[in-house]
């Protein structure tokens, strides 16, 4: 046996392999530390968006949901509680404290009745480019715009864009806009998360130009993309990515970049999640919220 300052060097060996083992113990509880209360939340309650809905749709996709790399079908917990529109999610997750929704950032962050949280360590809100749960919100249209249509547009692009960097990201620079004041009317139809950006945006532009009435109903994504393809209304709003066949059939453009925010009840002690754990709550693989850990 070989000593080492009257140590051998099997105790050497051993004495460092107890540390090792220790501090190794020791990460682990550090990185598995309880959330102090969750316990007392009991089971979690899901709440999701039906399923045409372009939030729904983008979540899925971006927190490991989507069935077979399927764009139609996801693996949403079938006992999920389903809202028809992000102040659905506000409402039912605010008077729950067991609770948890996502929705758009732009709608989510202002309200005080629900807790916005962290997701791997970035805020929804902060215009941060690792936020992992963002997505382009889009304006479709079939065909050639009329003059009002497509100086509304125009209007989107520049001047309005100081209207979405308010609440959400812009995707041109902000320039000056001056109305040739052409008259017409502007059906639009479609996603809840970008309705009340559009309203705003519409509104704005009625102002310099009095000749334009448009009028903004919200469905969802789905509705509005085929509600424009039939030609029932004359413009779409969707929160998802197109598909295929939509984009052969139809025109498009960007018109802000939006985060879907994930939120749980204003009392819930919890502060961040990660995507892996969001994956696991809206598949059912995790159930309870004394499951979460920090």
């Not at 969750?38 to 979690?44: E, F, R």
């Not at 605010?94 to 202002?110: L, T």
């Not at 001047?159 to 059906?187: C, D, H, R, W």
Request: glycine share 10%.
């Amino acid at each position: 046996m070989i000593n080492i300052k009257g140590k051998s060097l099997l105790a050497v060996f051993i004495a460092g392999m107890v540390v090792t083992s220790l501090a190794g113990c020791g990460n682990t509880k550090k990185a598995q530390e309880k959330v102090k209360g969750l316990d007392k939340l009991g089971a979690i309650h899901v709440i999701s968006r039906e399923e045409d809905s372009g939030t729904r749709n983008t979540f899925a996709e971006l927190a490991g949901l989507k069935e077979n790399n399927s764009r139609n079908q996801d693996n949403t917990l079938e006992g999920a509680e389903i809202a028809e529109d992000a102040y659905s999610v506000l409402n039912k997750v605010g008077g729950d404290p067991s609770a948890i929704g996502y929705g758009s950032a732009g709608v989510m962050v202002s309200d005080s009745q629900v807790k916005v949280l962290f997701v791997e360590g970035t805020a929804a809100g902060k215009k941060d480019a690792r936020y992992p749960l963002s997505r382009s919100f889009y304006l479709v249209w079939n065909g050639k715009l009329n003059s009002v249509e497509e100086e509304f547009l125009r209007y989107i692009r520049s001047a309005g864009q100081e209207i979405v960097g308010q609440s959400y990201v812009t995707v041109s620079k902000q320039n000056s806009f001056l109305s040739l004041k052409p008259k017409g009317k502007i059906t639009i139809t479609g996603s809840t998360s970008v309705g009340p950006l559009l309203e705003c945006l519409a509104e704005e532009y009625m102002k310099q130009n009095p000749r334009a009435s448009i009028k903004v109903t919200q469905t969802d994504s789905g509705n509005g993309i085929n509600q424009t393809i039939q030609g029932k209304c004359d413009m779409g709003m969707s929160s998802r990515e197109l598909r295929d066949p939509e984009i052969e059939l139809l025109n498009y453009e960007v018109i802000a970049r939006d985060e879907i925010a994930v939120i749980v009840n204003a009392d819930n002690p919890l502060n961040d999640i990660t995507m892996d754990q969001l994956e696991a709550i809206y598949t059912g693989k995790t159930t309870e919220w004394k499951a979460i850990y920090r």
